[in-house]
């Protein structure tokens, strides 16, 4: 049972590049973010739901399969220089492929294919809604230790970074005393005091956002073409968790954004209209089963 537990944990938090801007350790999780319109007249809401699981082969390896669909509803209370309609709604489909084996006494392997489905979707699925994102990640972690800790190397292939080439992986945690902890990589990063096995507050910073196909390009008074739009966020936020087991909890996160662009690009990936650049509120909550 213990080994199955750890396994779950390899695969969720590798997860951590492959998923783009999130961070997960679930197996489910059903999650609402809200947004709310600023000066720029734009607001945003996210539905997300995660399920993830394990199928054990030979020699105490895994292979994992799962998935995760979120789906954004985007307002405009002002107008825009051109037709909002394809912007209005939009979502993000992942398949998640992995597996993991022993590299040695001291650390797993573990290697994620994440295909991902981005586009809102209004002709279909097309060619250009497609792209993957890969992982290749060692993992070792000592739960049993004096001060428990967990720390996660590798790389990480996105291709809606535009960028040719991995990006590096690190992601560490430490229990460094019963009702203290922290973890620092990217995209999050916070620190916790768990008050007792039914509550946990924290405070956190993360990043979070989308990279999205548009399928039929929106012409821009400059005569400059839409086919993408992307919003890319750092939060800061404080956060309560109600746990129903060591596995099960409700959670919310209230906060702000430090620094926000949401913005259109061209098929080269070249910015070609500013949506929104200003601070806004972050609040977000849901219920997960999570292996930590």
Known sequence: MMQKRLVLVLFCCTLICTLGWTQSTDLLRIDYLRIPENSSGIGTSRYKIV????????????????????RFDVDFSRPQPFDVEQLTRLHVVDMNLGYITKWNENWRLIAIATPRLASNFTNGVLKDDFFINATATLWKERMDADIPFRLVLGLSFNSTTGLPFPLPLISYY????????????????????????????QMALLLDG??????????????????????????????????????????TLLGGSIEQEG????????????LN????????????????
């Open 174 to 201: 430490r229990r460094f005393h019963p009702n203290w902890s922290y973890t620092l990589g990217i995209p999050r990063s916070n620190f916790k005091y768990h008050i007792s096995d039914r509550h946990t507050l």
């Open 210 to 251: 989308y990279f999205i196909n548009i399928q039929d390009d929106i012409l821009l008074p400059d005569g400059r073409i839409g086919s993408r739009i992307s919003l890319s966020t750092i939060v800061g936020a404080v956060g309560y968790q109600f746990n129903l087991s060591k596995i099960m909890s409700f959670y």
């Open 263 to 274: 913005k259109l690009r061209d098929d080269k990936r070249v910015d070609v209209f500013l």
């Open 277 to 292: 650049r200003e601070a806004n509120l972050y609040l977000r909550g849901g219920f997960k089963i999570s292996l930590f």
């Open 51 to 70: 399920l993830n699981a394990p199928i054990k082969l030979a020699n105490d390896n895994y292979f994992v399969i799962g998935g995760e669909y979120n």
